[in-house]
C-alpha cells in the first residue's frame, strides 16, 4: 500500500473524474417544497411548524424524550454546559484530540478544558486513566468533586463521539455515576450512530447534535440539545430565545439570554434531511465496508467502529504507520484532488487553551500522527 495506490482506490469509489470532497452534502429529498412552504407561508424564523415537526423527528430516531434546536452545535453545547451546571472556574473533562469547537463552549462557560487522553484503540476516552485520576486525584467536598492538583471543581465530563464511533460508554456512565460527575455527550459527529442499541447522545444527562454543513445531515448551519430531563429541555429553551418571559406584549427577561434558536428555514431543510437518515447511513456503512476490506489490517489500516457500536461512519479513518507517511499521503492525495486531512490539532497546542490542565496525551498525540479523514459523502 502506497498513497498513490490509496488514493486511487478513493476515486474508484467517487468517481474518476473531478474533485471529490471529504463529505459533501446531499439533496435528494423534500429540502424544496420544504423551503418553498417557508417562503410561501412567510415563516421564514422562529416561529413556524418546522422547527416543531425536525425536533420531533430527531426525538422519535433518538429516542430522547425532549429536543432543543440551536442555531449551531456549539450554541447548542454552549447551553448543554450551562443547563449542565457547569459554573465560572469549573474544569470540565474532555479529550484534547476534537475540534476546537468542544473546548470553546467550555470556555463560553467561563470553565477551563481539563484534557485526558484518547484511546487509540477505539477513539473514546482512556478510561484507565480517567478512573485512576477521579479514584486518587479528586475529592468529593460539599458542592461537587474537585481536582486537588488545582484545587478546582469538575463542572461536567465531555465526552466526543469521534467521527462517528461510540466507545464503552457504558463504562463511562458507571464511572461518572460513581463519582458524582455529570456527564453532557458531545454526540456532533454522531447524528445515527448506536451504543448497544441506544442513540448516541443519550447515556448522559444531555446530548448535544450538530447539522453543520459537512455533517452527516445538514440544516446548512443547526445543532440539537437532546435530554430526558424535563427541566433541563424547559430552561435551554427558555435561555435560546432570549430568557423572554411569555407575555402578550410586555419584554421582561428574567436572567442572561442568547439568541441561540434554529430557524424556520434551517428547520424545514433538517425535517427533509432526517427523512433520509437511513438511505444516507446505510450508503455510508456500504462505502466503509469498502475501505475496510480493501485498506484492511494495514499499513493504511481502516479504523473499525468499536465494539457495541453500530457506528453513522461520518468520516472514515485511517491510521498510516507514522507521520511522514501520513503527510505524504495528505500531499498526494490533495494534489491530485481527492480531498483528505488529518486529526485537528490537539486543542492543548493552541494558544488559548496550552495552558489548561491535562493528564499524559500520548495516545492523542499517537493519534495526531497517524489519523487521516477520507472522502465519506453518502451515495443515494
Ligand atoms: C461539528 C462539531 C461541533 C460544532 O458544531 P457546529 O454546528 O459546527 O457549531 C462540536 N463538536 C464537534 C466534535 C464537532 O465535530
Not at 196 to 225: C, E, P, Q, Y
Not at 240 to 262: C, I, M, Q, S
Not at 281 to 291: D, E, P
Request: proline share 4%.
Amino acid at each position: 500500500m502506497n498513497a498513490t495506490d490509496a488514493t486511487a482506490f478513493i476515486r474508484s469509489i467517487y468517481g474518476a473524474e473531478g474533485f471529490i470532497p471529504l463529505h459533501a452534502p446531499v439533496f435528494v429529498g423534500n429540502e424544496k417544497a420544504y423551503l418553498a412552504e417557508c417562503i410561501d407561508t412567510t415563516f421564514v424564523s422562529y416561529v413556524g411548524k418546522f422547527v416543531e415537526r425536525f425536533e420531533q423527528a430527531v426525538k422519535d430516531h433518538t429516542g430522547a424524550k425532549h429536543a432543543v434546536a440551536c442555531s449551531s452545535g456549539t450554541a447548542a453545547l454552549h447551553m448543554a454546559l450551562v443547563a449542565g451546571g457547569v459554573r465560572p472556574g469549573d474544569l470540565v473533562l474532555m479529550p484534547a484530540l476534537t475540534f476546537v469547537a468542544t473546548a470553546n463552549a467550555v470556555r463560553y462557560c467561563q470553565a477551563d478544558p481539563f484534557f485526558i487522553d484518547t484511546d487509540r484503540r477505539d477513539l473514546g476516552f482512556d478510561l484507565d486513566q480517567l478512573a485512576d485520576h477521579l479514584a486518587n486525584g479528586t475529592e468529593r467536598r460539599a458542592d461537587g468533586v474537585y481536582d486537588k492538583g488545582t484545587g478546582r471543581r469538575i463542572g461536567a465530563c465531555l465526552p466526543v463521539h469521534l467521527f462517528g464511533h461510540v466507545a464503552r460508554l457504558d463504562e463511562l456512565v458507571e464511572l461518572c455515576a460513581k463519582h458524582g460527575i455529570t456527564l453532557i455527550e458531545d454526540s456532533a459527529e454522531a447524528m445515527g450512530s448506536f451504543f448497544k442499541g441506544r442513540h448516541a447522545g443519550t447515556f448522559g444527562r444531555i446530548g448535544v447534535l450538530s447539522f453543520n454543513g459537512n455533517k452527516t445531515i445538514t440544516t446548512g448551519g443547526g445543532g440539537m440539545v437532546i435530554t430526558d430531563d424535563e427541566a433541563v429541555a424547559k430552561r435551554i429553551r427558555h435561555v435560546t430565545t432570549t430568557a423572554k418571559v411569555p407575555h402578550r406584549w410586555e419584554f421582561f427577561h428574567d436572567e442572561l439570554g442568547y439568541n441561540y434558536r434554529l430557524t424556520n428555514v434551517n428547520a424545514a431543510i433538517g425535517l427533509a434531511q432526517m427523512e433520509q437518515l437511513e438511505r444516507y447511513i446505510t450508503s455510508k456503512r456500504t462505502i466503509a465496508g469498502k475501505y475496510a476490506a480493501f485498506f484492511n489490517e494495514g499499513p493504511y489500516r481502516h479504523f473499525a467502529e468499536p465494539k457495541d457500536c453500530r457506528s453513522n461512519y461520518w468520516l472514515n479513518v485511517l491510521l498510516l504507520p507514522d507521520r511522514s507517511e501520513r503527510d505524504a499521503f495528505l500531499a498526494h492525495s490533495n494534489d491530485n484532488g481527492v480531498m483528505t486531512r488529518p486529526a485537528w490539532t490537539l486543542m492543548n497546542k493552541l494558544p488559548m487553551y496550552k495552558d489548561c490542565p491535562a493528564l499524559s496525551l500520548e495516545g492523542a498525540q499517537w493519534l495526531e500522527d497517524r489519523l487521516v479523514n477520507i472522502p465519506s459523502t453518502p451515495l443515494v
